[in-house]
Structure formats: structure tokens, C-alpha cells
């Protein structure tokens, strides 16, 4: 096959302790994944079925630099375990769900919250508020071979040396395997795939200058500085 434009590399993101990157095909996010901070965001967190939005695979940044993006003044944090899928498949079930990982990491996604307030207001799609160039800054990923299953362990978030947001992975709404089970009735997962798990309570404005550290445990944290 022939090619109308030269072929670009596929967005990737650094493996920690290894030279070579995982190739990121296409970034999914959970919304509203944790109960305190469905609260926040003015929502009843009952047990509703998931939902899902998405981020262009080449937001990814790795090199602890997060660009103020234009067309905002309201930026917000949210720190999230990502999961990075080595399968895929559709129809998953749930108890075999585990098997599609490959690998975790320790995400941000970057958010335009006043463009996300606008587009709530009017019924428009997000994919401006969360899609944004670098929008899914993103810590060197661990092989699940290394981790073990990540199901419980801490969350958090610091902003300039203090806490912002804390959790535990279990308070998790939906879990990672019932997500991938989930995800894969609507979609057919690819290898590449990331999911970015969702936010705990905590998630406010960035600054230019501001130095934000997201830690799961057992993972490398992740350290971006918004420039
Ligand atoms: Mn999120």
C-alpha cells in the first residue's frame, strides 16, 4: 500500500526501566469514577452505568512539560491510574478482563473545565474540553509482569508540595476489569489502547509555574511542570 502522505510515528509513551515505548493507539477516558468526586462535580454518585470520552492518542506528553493550552483560563488536574492494554477484543468477560492489560501508569487529565461547563450547558460534546494538544501528560508505564494486578493501592495528587487529591484505587466506582469488560460491549479494544481510569475528589486550576506530582502505588510517579 501506498501512502498519499509520509507515514508518522505512532504516539508513544516511555516503559520505565526500558528503552523501547509502548505505541498508544487510542485514549479512553472514564468519567465520574470515583463517588467524592461525582459529588464535586454536582452529580449523585449512584451506581450508573460507566461512560465514556476520549483524547487524540498523540495528547500523550512524557517529558514533564505541560503547556498552558489557549482557549481557556480554568485548566484543571485530574490525577488517574491509566491502564495500558497488550490485547484486545470484544464482549470481554469480566473475570478474564485482566488478561487484555499489558501495563500501568500514573496519568493527568488535563482539563479545560470552563470549556466543559459550556459544552455541559449546551449539550456539546467534550472532546474540546479534554482532547486538547498534551492534554495526557503520563508517567514511564510499568509491565503488569512487574506490578502484579494494581487494585487497591493509594492515589494522589500534589500541586507545589501540597496534597490536592487522595484516594485509594479501590473507592473506584468501577472497577478496571468490570471498565474493560464494559468498554469492550461498546467498542472493540486494541492493543495500544489506553484507559484513563478516572479522578478522585480534589481536581482544581493549574498556573503557569506550577509543579504538580501524581503517585500510584507502585508506579513511577509523575512529575509535570506547567509551563
Ligand atoms: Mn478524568
Not at 461525582?38 to 503547556?67: I, L, Q, T
Not at 489506553?194 to 502505588?217: C, E, K
Request: aromatic share 8%; hydrophobic share 40%; charged share 20%.
Amino acid at each position: 500500500m501506498s501512502l498519499a502522505l509520509p507515514a508518522w510515528t505512532p504516539p508513544s509513551a516511555p516503559i520505565a526501566g526500558d528503552d523501547t515505548q509502548f505505541p498508544v493507539r487510542r485514549i479512553f477516558c472514564v468519567g465520574r469514577n470515583y463517588a467524592a468526586h461525582a459529588r464535586e462535580m454536582g452529580h449523585d454518585p449512584d451506581r450508573e452505568p460507566p461512560f465514556f470520552f476520549m483524547k487524540p492518542a498523540d495528547a500523550v506528553r512524557s517529558d514533564g512539560r505541560f503547556p498552558y493550552p489557549v482557549a481557556t483560563g480554568d485548566v484543571h488536574h485530574e490525577i488517574e491510574l491509566v491502564v495500558a492494554l497488550g490485547a484486545g477484543g470484544r464482549d470481554v468477560p469480566e473475570a478474564t478482563a485482566n488478561d487484555l492489560i499489558w501495563g500501568y501508569g500514573v496519568g493527568l487529565d488535563m482539563t479545560r473545565r470552563d470549556v466543559q461547563a459550556e459544552a455541559k450547558k449546551l449539550g456539546r460534546p467534550w472532546c474540546m474540553a479534554k482532547g486538547f494538544d498534551h492534554s495526557a501528560p503520563i508517567a514511564p508505564l510499568h509491565p503488569k509482569s512487574a506490578t502484579g494486578i494494581l487494585a487497591d493501592g493509594a492515589i494522589s495528587l500534589t500541586v507545589n508540595g501540597e496534597t490536592r487529591q487522595s484516594s485509594v484505587l479501590s473507592a473506584l466506582i468501577w472497577s478496571v476489569p468490570e471498565t474493560i469488560a464494559y468498554l469492550s460491549g461498546l467498542v472493540e479494544l486494541k492493543a495500544g489502547d489506553l484507559i484513563f481510569t478516572g479522578t478522585p475528589d480534589g481536581v482544581a486550576a493549574v498556573q503557569r509555574g506550577d509543579r504538580l506530582v501524581g503517585h500510584v502505588d507502585g508506579l513511577t510517579p509523575l512529575s509535570v511542570e506547567v509551563v
